[in-house]
C-alpha cells in the first residue's frame, strides 16, 4: 500500500521543519537539507530524530 499522496504532503523534517520526499525503495522518508533518513516500518513514518540515520554521500 505504501503512504499515501496526502500524507506525504503534510509531514516535514521533526529537525528542520523542511520537507521530506520518499526514497528509491518506499521504505524511508529523506530530508535532503538534514541529509536525514526516516525510516517506515508497517506503513507508519517513525519521524523521530533520534531514530534518523544519516545519509552517507554517494
Known amino acids: 500500500m505504501g503512504i499515501s499522496k496526502e500524507l506525504l504532503e ?5 529537525q528542520c521543519k523542511g520537507n521530506v520526499r520518499l526514497n528509491q525503495t518506499n521504505d ?17 513514518p517513525i519521524m523521530l530524530i533520534d531514530e534518523a540515520k544519516p545519509l552517507t554521500a554517494s
Open 28 to 44: 524511508g522518508l529523506i530530508c535532503d537539507r538534514c541529509r536525514l533518513l526516516y525510516e517506515i516500518r508497517e506503513e507508519i
Open 10 to 14: 503534510i509531514l516535514a523534517c521533526p
